[in-house]
């Protein structure tokens, strides 16, 4: 005879628990025993595994992020500086243009101040 219950805990049904163990079948529960703390066992250990993975895996998201939080820091810092140096190029070279011509109006008025004197 086979009776049920409802576990308030569980929404759903189960045997008795002392039903599960006929003395008929001793051996035969035992081996069931067995082979379920076995898989029990399997399961327990491949869920260890499993979270030690996930849990490897957040160190490396978390690494992952670090370093792409560095290399943006590190893009922003070479962008202000390579923008400082395009400033500067261009400045130098007009200061190098303003120079030469600087020397070649100074030549023209030495050069007519000379022949206008003649």
């Known amino acids: 005879m086979t009776s049920t219950y409802y576990d308030t805990d ?3 049904i189960t045997q008795e628990p002392y039903e599960l163990y006929d003395s008929d079948n001793s051996d035969n529960n035992m081996t069931t025993i067995i082979s379920l703390q076995d898989d029990l066992d399997e399961s327990t250990q491949l869920l260890r595994n499993n979270i030690k993975k996930v849990t490897d895996r957040d160190q490396l998201i978390n690494s992952i992020q670090d370093k792409t939080d560095d290399l ?23 200061f190098c243009e303003l120079i030469l011509l600087f020397i070649l109006i100074t030549i023209i008025i030495i050069l007519i101040v ?3 004197n003649k």
């Open 10 to 12: 569980a929404p759903y």
């Open 114 to 116: 000379v022949l206008s």
């Open 72 to 94: 943006l820091d590190h893009s922003q810092i070479f962008k202000k500086k390579s923008n400082r140096l395009q400033r500067r190029s261009c400045i130098q070279a007009y």
